[in-house]
């Protein structure tokens, strides 16, 4: 998800205090004045909001609103032409607008917003530097997986919309195909390994009734058919309801599926065996640029390959302790064999087990909630669920990942396991899994962003990855100091998960920056982790096809740790946990050099007080 807010409206419209006169930077303004300037700004900033909003049908959507319920986004190669139009003008008017007349709280959704519209300009010769079709996030399966888990039916009207979606496949998919082909023609072509996943993938869409004689149906129409369900219709009226979705799935979404596929399958043709962004034009401006937006710092790739270093070198020397402590003996890659292959860490590959891994990762969940009060002051309303990933794209999809909430309460948070290999999901890995994709991690911070009162809307749904998954990280080390983590080859589950995301450092950059094959970065992390090979085959391809993401989480982490640790440091005896805690969580995500800004400030006020 990227920063919704793109900037505030015409300058013409603004009321608030503009620095247009020298002699008015010297004007000391009444609270009054400072206040209603502050109203006008955010007023504003929820006007630009809806117009972004009234722009995607799909993010209507994803806030559980049912205007243009039956339309896609465009994906059209024009829309960043427009976009960016949008965003000179928005810049160029909110670099007028005098921040001194503000609040605090104000002043800052100002900082955002402008830092955002001058990366969104800066960032337009790099718009193509993408695959929008991959096996992580690609279209031609996210497009499914939204319908299935966003687009409710609580009426007919809803039903008639889903069948518009249905219908509307081939001129979205038609818009995505003539950007693969403008990428393409850019020398953006994703590497070999891509094309056999996603075709694979797409071809899933396809599988079942009404794309084949199957007795059972295909996950479009299966999804329809249980949400019909639920509809008070006569026999007729449900017939006709699901006889239109066949002939949508049959005709529209076929035809744009065969489309895709066809288009994969010449781009096959001429992919190579290079994986990393050097590859690119301008291959090195493009992933040094993509560091700074995803970490949030200005840390160089080398720099970033080092701190990694030294962090597995850290994590291997905590593993060991923990190694001798369970009386093991051998050295440390004889115990990563034994936690890779030892079944005792695994459930079986059948229903039954993982029914019984989704049930045990809702307890942990559930046994956190009630200690919660211990560790925030402020806490999510919204609710989470946890749910495997759909069949129709679990082959390729990431190892765990959350949805967030929709922001008006219909639709709960929900943390995705994936399991379609449960020897990738070991059982000493699912307490640090199941904190940092719901509670304390992701659903704390996601949904107590939506929930906010004293920040714009924008700023409720910004992502700044290093934040965010920094969160996330952190989120598995805070139950080890409430008590969790009692059982040895948990702890050493937890410190797998972080030696997993120190690994991400060094890979990513090898990748990337040094030319490394995607065989030596599989290579380093079976020398280097216990987890499986399946696991290490999937992490690299995705380094691969999302350059610098993986490296936010540590450095995210690092910078939250460090900032708690230096807050003791000062308060001594006056620190609070559950404070520091809620400025790190109550005021949106944001970048760490603000959240340093954020947290130096709430010392300060500690110890002046």
Known sequence: MK????????????????????????????????????????????????????????????????????????????????????????????????????????????????????????????????????????YHAELPAFLINMHRIDSVADAEAYIERLNGFPKAMEQIVEGLKVREQNGILPPKFVFEKVIDDSRNVLKGRPFTNSKEASALLEDLKSKVKGLKLSEAEHLKLINKAENALNTSVREAYESLITTLEDQQ???????????????????????????????????????????????????????????????????????????????ANTPEGKKRYLAEATGLINKMKGKLDDLFITKPEADIVVKAVEAFREKSAGKAFYQAPAIDGSRPGTYYANLYDMEAMP??????????????????????????????????FSFYTAYVEGWGLYSELVPKEIGFYKDPYSDFGRLAMELWRSCRLVVDTGIHAKKWTREEGIAYYKDNTPNAESDCVKMVER???????????????????????????????????????????????????????????????????
Not at 8 to 23: G, K, N, P, Q, R
Not at 431 to 459: K, N, T, V, Y
Not at 586 to 599: Q, S, Y
Request: glycine share 6%; net charge negative; aromatic share 10%.
């Open 269 to 347: 043709q001429r992919a190579t065996t290079d994986h990393g962004a050097w590859k690119f034009p301008k291959g090195e401006d493009y992933y040094n640029n993509r560091l700074k937006r995803i970490t949030t710092t200005n840390l160089k790739a080398n720099e970033i390959h080092e701190i990694g270093l030294s962090e597995v070198a850290r994590i291997h020397g905590e593993m060991e302790e923990i190694m001798k402590a369970t009386g093991f003996k051998g050295s440390l890659q004889d115990f990563f064999e034994f936690m890779r292959t030892d079944k005792q860490f695994y459930y």
């Open 543 to 609: 380094h691969i096809v999302m350059p610098g993401q993986a490296t936010a989480y540590k450095i995210g982490m690092n910078k939250i740790v460090e900032l708690r640790e230096e807050a003791k440091v000062q308060l001594g005896d006056d620190f609070d946990i559950r404070e520091f805690h809620d400025v790190v969580l109550t005021n949106g995500a944001v970048p760490l050099n603000i959240l340093e800004e954020m947290i130096q400030e709430w010392v300060q006020s500690k110890k002046t007080t």
């Open 3 to 138: 920063n919704i807010f793109k900037g505030i409206i015409a300058m013409a419209l603004l009321s608030i205090v503009i620095a247009c006169e020298d002699d008015k930077k010297d004007q000391v303004l009444s609270s009054e004045e400072i206040a209603k300037n502050s109203k006008d700004l955010n007023d504003y900033f929820e006007v630009e909001f809806e117009k972004d909003v009234a722009d995607s049908p799909m993010m209507q959507t994803r806030l559980g609103r049912k205007t243009d319920y039956g339309k896609w986004d465009d994906f059209s190669t024009q829309k960043y032409a427009d976009d960016l139009e949008k965003a000179k003008k928005r810049l160029e008017f909110i670099e007028k607008v005098d921040d001194v007349s503000l609040d605090e709280q104000t002043k800052l959704s100002y900082r955002l917003a402008k830092q955002g519209l001058k990366e969104e300009v800066a960032d337009y010769d790099y718009r193509f530097y993408n695959y929008p079709i991959n096996q992580m996030h690609g």
């Open 427 to 460: 059982i000493y890995q699912m307490e640090a899994l199941a904190f940092h994709e719901g509670i304390p991690g992701h659903h704390m911070q996601i949904a107590i962003a939506q929930e906010l009162d004293s920040i714009p809307m924008f700023r409720k």
